[in-house]
């Protein structure tokens, strides 16, 4: 997959895609190893963008506001 800034639930559901591909076993090495590269680095990505996100809450937190989250319908 191309280098590009996919949000958080993008990056998560290829991810999965990622990891369902993986355990069919039914891949050649170069394929396997360039799916395991690409979920390598969606693991990161979302990893630095739960990382970014917790790192707000606490500067809201810190700063004694309220934090609100929106409620789904």
Do not use: N
Not at 2 to 26: I, N
Not at 36 to 55: K, M, N, S, T
Request: proline residues 1%; contains cysteine; negative net charge.
């Amino acid at each position: 997959m191309e280098e590009q800034k996919l949000s958080f639930e993008q990056a998560l559901q290829r991810l999965e895609q990622v990891v369902k591909e993986l355990e069919t076993g039914d891949l050649s090495l170069d394929k396997a190893l360039a799916l395991f590269q690409e979920g390598v680095a969606l693991a990161r990505q979302c990893g630095i963008q739960l990382d970014e996100a917790e790192a707000k809450i606490e500067k809201l937190l810190e700063a004694g506001r309220t934090v609100e989250f929106p409620t789904e319908a």
